[in-house]
């Protein structure tokens, strides 16, 4: 594979986030760990993968509320049209440089697709999840 063109800064900040997907209690999901909760979703939904993806500032550039927002929508209507199950959540930098970002876990979601929706909407990166439940970041770029 061809070396990404992502910054390692950025790189390193993505696998130090927090992937959080709401609901009570939440589900915090970190890279490289096996996530109990995250088998409870895989149960739940008879799943055995999930994609953790947003449509927040693409290319890592920061835009606005209002702009992410709207690419946000964006991509909860394709899923909504795809008849997708996804549960809301977000990306969090723990040491709060950087705002969250409003994302969504989408359960069953194949890596292929779910790299495919990434590239959609310009993200450098998603979290993809297999069987195992350990959360992988995944670059795009």
């Given amino acids: 594979m061809a070396e990404s063109v992502i910054e390692q800064s950025v790189v390193q900040a993505y696998l130090r986030a927090q992937y959080i997907v709401h609901g009570a209690p939440p589900c915090v999901l970190k890279v ?8 409870q979703i895989y149960q739940k ?18 835009l606005s509320f209002s702009k992410n ?3 946000q929508r964006q991509l909860i209507n394709q899923l909504k ?14 040491n709060r440089v950087w705002p969250a970002e409003e994302s969504v876990l989408i359960p069953g979601l194949e890596l292929a697709q779910a790299k495919e929706t990434g590239r959609k909407f310009r993200q450098n ?17």
């Fill in 32 to 39: 490289g760990q096996a996530s109990a909760c995250l088998a």
């Fill in 81 to 94: 049209q795809s008849q997708s199950t996804f549960l809301p959540a977000e990306g969090a930098d723990p």
């Fill in 69 to 71: 927002a709207e690419l």
């Fill in 45 to 62: 939904y008879a799943v055995n993968c999930a994609a953790f993806i947003t449509a927040f500032n693409p290319l890592g550039q920061q």
């Fill in 125 to 141: 990166a998603i979290v993809w999840c297999g069987p195992d439940t350990v959360p992988q970041l995944v670059l795009l770029r």
